[in-house]
């Protein structure tokens, strides 16, 4: 299956993004970022939070505020929109391009989620969808400090799964996503807004 793409190389571990890339959550994420935004009588485009995707919410939160000289409370807004979030959950859906290549390495290479997404929500949604007995890591934002485009939490997942990085291929719909994997010196395959898989270099 991803001989069409990289017809020379042998994958030992897939690396993939969570948010836009495995489920199609970010209409869900970006709704209640406006949800939650709008008690600060702010909002955030589609536009913005496309580039934005990737980074921890916590970082938005203050890129937010260096934007709009605000002073929202980054832990606080995190509750918040979480709130927002589990309260649109049932409408998520996995991203099929994504699921018929998880399903075909089931139980032939190992697989991990390395996402800028919190834990409990990355879960909850995996949960709702199935897809726990895909994964066999999880990588989240709490597990790292420097995140997307730094390489660090691509970096982390392939120690933890003792896989060379040039030897893990990643999955990511966002630029700063595309980014880390390059850093981390692993190939990419970008999911584009067809949700079709793309070859990046």
């Known amino acids: 299956m991803l001989k069409q793409f990289f017809p020379a190389q042998e994958f030992k571990a ?41 980074r921890p919410t916590h970082r938005i ?6 934007l709009h ?27 099929k391009s994504v699921m018929n290549v998880i399903e075909h390495y089931h139980g032939k290479l190992p697989m991990a ?6 834990r409990k929500i990355v879960e909850l949604t995996m949960n709702q969808l199935k897809l726990q007995p895909y994964f066999e890591l999880l990588v989240c934002a709490e597990d790292y400090t420097q995140g997307k485009p730094a390489p660090d939490c691509f970096l982390m997942a392939a120690h933890q ?3 060379t990085p040039s030897d893990c291929l ?19 395959l970008k999911v584009n807004e067809e949700y079709s898989l793309i070859h990046t270099r």
């Open 113 to 118: 989620i390395v996402t800028g997404s919190r």
């Open 170 to 188: 990643v999955f990511e719909d966002a630029v700063l996503g595309i980014q880390a994997a390059h850093s981390a010196d692993m190939n990419c």
């Open 61 to 66: 939160v203050e890129m937010m505020n260096e």
């Open 161 to 163: 799964m003792k896989i």
């Open 69 to 95: 000289k605000s002073s929202i409370n980054p832990e606080q807004f995190l509750k918040e929109k979480e709130v927002h979030y589990l309260e649109g959950l049932h409408e998520v859906s996995t991203i």
């Open 14 to 54: 897939l690396l993939f993004d969570f948010d836009g890339t495995v489920a199609d959550t970010m209409p869900a994420h970006l709704s209640a970022w406006n949800k939650a935004l709008a008690k600060y009588d702010l909002s955030m485009s589609r536009e913005q939070h496309m580039s934005w995707a990737g």
